[in-house]
């Protein structure tokens, strides 16, 4: 039987305090977490990995905030 493993990025509810929560989801709907990791990102940094979205009309916001 293979394993499947899917990296996930939670952001924005941080500042609610929310990552427990939404780990909580995550363990009751099956889906074990492996790791977890929290990082406060500069503003340089945050651009340089949306970069990658910058096209998408969606993404305008996500490292100003």
């Known amino acids: 039987m293979a394993v499947t493993r899917t990296f ?3 952001s924005r509810c941080t500042r609610r305090n ?3 929560a939404v780990t909580k989801m995550l363990e009751e709907a099956a889906c074990g ?3 977890s990791k929290r990082i406060r990102m500069t503003r340089e940094q945050a651009e340089g990995f949306y ?3 910058k096209e998408r009309p969606s993404s305008a ?3 100003a905030s």
């Open 8 to 10: 996930s990025i939670i």
């Open 18 to 20: 929310l990552t427990g």
């Open 33 to 35: 977490v492996v790791a």
């Open 51 to 53: 970069a990658v979205h």
């Open 61 to 63: 916001n996500w490292s």
